[in-house]
């Protein structure tokens, strides 16, 4: 079992920000990134209350303001890329190391960085296991999931898990963005959630009637069968 991962990248600068820029196999960024979502009370019977103690609490909630997963988004995306072998997918995931994160180091020479995570660090013994997810229960039976993984995911998280589950998109690699919480060129943990929630309240999707055009003009294959207008093979009876 690998029991290190690194990564080389390049180093961008905006303004007095540090990006760390390059491309990083999926299957080697599930395995070390975590979701900073919300706890399950925030979606919950008597989550507006508490959404607003979090927002008159300027040190609540920091850890917890992501979306918390989409199964059917995750499908979508699995199915996506093991519908057809063309099928990419090319956004860019963009992370964030915390500060602490445990067994994760930036390494620099010159315009160049390396990062590299020590999977011992991080991993629970768990008897002759080691988890990166811990599962418990509270004083009041309710399951709590303990994510050990010390990387978060900012943006793409559901292209990160579906493509993990594909085994064709598993062991492909995509561009990643990689900031960090360190004194020079860091970026604070405030500024990480804003960046989060510009990216989706600013986009605007393309409107109903263009994605169907679009669709159906360049023969889009899609895991979501209502938005399938590519040939897939399995479908087709040899006597149509």
């Given at each position: 079992m690998v029991m290190e991962i690194s990564w080389d990248l390049h180093i961008a600068h905006q303004d007095d920000k540090e990006l760390l820029v390059g491309v990083a196999p999926i299957i080697e960024i599930d395995s070390v990134c975590s979701v900073p979502h919300?706890?399950?009370?925030?979606i919950e019977a008597g989550?507006?209350?508490?959404l607003a103690q979090w927002a008159l609490d300027d040190n609540a909630g920091l850890k917890e303001w992501q979306r918390r997963p989409d199964v059917r988004r995750i499908q979508a995306i699995q199915n996506f890329?093991?519908?057809?072998?063309?099928?990419?997918?090319?956004?860019?995931?963009?992370?964030?190391?915390?500060?602490?994160?445990k067994g994760v180091t930036i390494e620099r020479d010159n315009g160049d960085a390396t990062v590299k995570i020590d999977l011992k660090k991080f991993l629970q013994p768990r008897g002759n296991h080691?988890?990166?997810?811990?599962?418990?229960?509270?004083?009041?039976?309710?399951?709590?999931?303990?994510?050990h993984r010390p990387i978060w995911i900012v943006d793409g998280q559901h292209r990160t898990r579906g493509m993990a589950l594909s085994s064709r998109g598993a062991n492909?690699?995509?561009?990643?963005?990689?900031?960090?919480?360190?004194p020079e060129g860091g970026v604070e943990l405030s500024s990480i959630a804003?960046?989060?929630?510009?990216?989706?309240?600013?986009?605007?999707?393309l409107d109903y009637f263009q994605q169907n055009y679009l669709s159906y003009k360049f023969n889009i294959t899609s895991g979501e069968k209502t938005q399938n207008y590519?040939?897939?093979?399995?479908?087709v009876d040899d006597q149509d």
């Open positions: 919300f706890p399950d009370q925030a989550a507006s209350i508490l890329m093991d519908a057809n072998e063309e099928n990419m997918i090319l956004n860019s995931i963009m992370l964030y190391i915390p500060e602490n994160a080691l988890v990166d997810v811990v599962v418990s229960e509270d004083e009041e039976e309710n399951i709590i999931f303990e994510d492909m690699k995509v561009p990643v963005i990689v900031l960090h919480a360190e804003k960046i989060f929630t510009e990216i989706n309240t600013l986009a605007q999707p590519g040939v897939i093979d399995e479908a």
